[in-house]
Structures are given as structure tokens and as C-alpha cells.
């Protein structure tokens, strides 16, 4: 079983920036892709950003790219979401998922439990 642990959210104002770790246990985390995604009140979850097993290829979402940089750490079992120039939109409950067979582009095999990033204008 793995475990992912989101940490980092809060609440910022426009222009700001945020770092999100996920911190995953449970598995050697090198076998895993991983990715972020968020779900903004009354919206479906939407894929943010994606890096593989190794952290030699990495994927975005056209709305950050250029503002969201993803970046794992696989001596500390972590991912993270480098997040700058925040915008109000950028608000949503923000989950790491990860998977071990793909990129985790679409949805992932294991989740976190989600941390809420708010933007104020």
C-alpha cells in the first residue's frame, strides 16, 4: 500500500508563489510516476503537472505552464509543485497521485488526501 501526504497549500495573493510537497511511504518511490491535479469548487479534477519515475520527463497543463515547475526528490520519497505568479483560477484543492505502470495524466492509482491552495485577488 502507499501512502501520499500533501502539505504546503494556504492562502496567497495574486502574484504569489507556493511550494506543495507530497511526501509518498509505503513503496520504493522511484516506481512511481507521479503527478498533481486539482479540483476547483463545483468543477471537475483537472490534470496540472506530471513527472516520470526518474524525473527525466515532465508534462503541464497549457493554464501553467511557465508559472508550475514539478520536481521529485526520490532520496526524500517527494514530489513537489513549484507554483509562481499565482492567480485567483489557480484556486482548488490540490492532490498528488501516483502510478506505477504510467504517466499519471488522466487519474493515477493511489491518491492523497488534497491540500487547498487559495488565491486571493
Known amino acids: 500500500q502507499v501512502q501520499l501526504v500533501e502539505s504546503g497549500g494556504g492562502l496567497v495573493q495574486a502574484g504569489d508563489s507556493l511550494r506543495l510537497s507530497c511526501a509518498v511511504s509505503g513503496r520504493t518511490f522511484s516506481r512511481y510516476a507521479m503527478g498533481w491535479f486539482r479540483q476547483a469548487p463545483g468543477k471537475e479534477r483537472e490534470f496540472v503537472s506530471a513527472?516520470?519515475?526518474?524525473?527525466?520527463?515532465?508534462w503541464y497543463a497549457e493554464s501553467v505552464k511557465g508559472r508550475f515547475t514539478i520536481s521529485r526528490d526520490n532520496a526524500k520519497n517527494t514530489v513537489y509543485l513549484q507554483m509562481n505568479s499565482l492567480k485567483p483560477e489557480d484556486t482548488a484543492v490540490y492532490y498528488c497521485a501516483a502510478d506505477q505502470k504510467k504517466v499519471p495524466l488522466t487519474t493515477g492509482d493511489y491518491w492523497g488526501q488534497g491540500t487547498q491552495v487559495t488565491v486571493s485577488s
Open positions: 513527472v516520470s519515475w526518474i524525473g527525466s520527463g515532465t
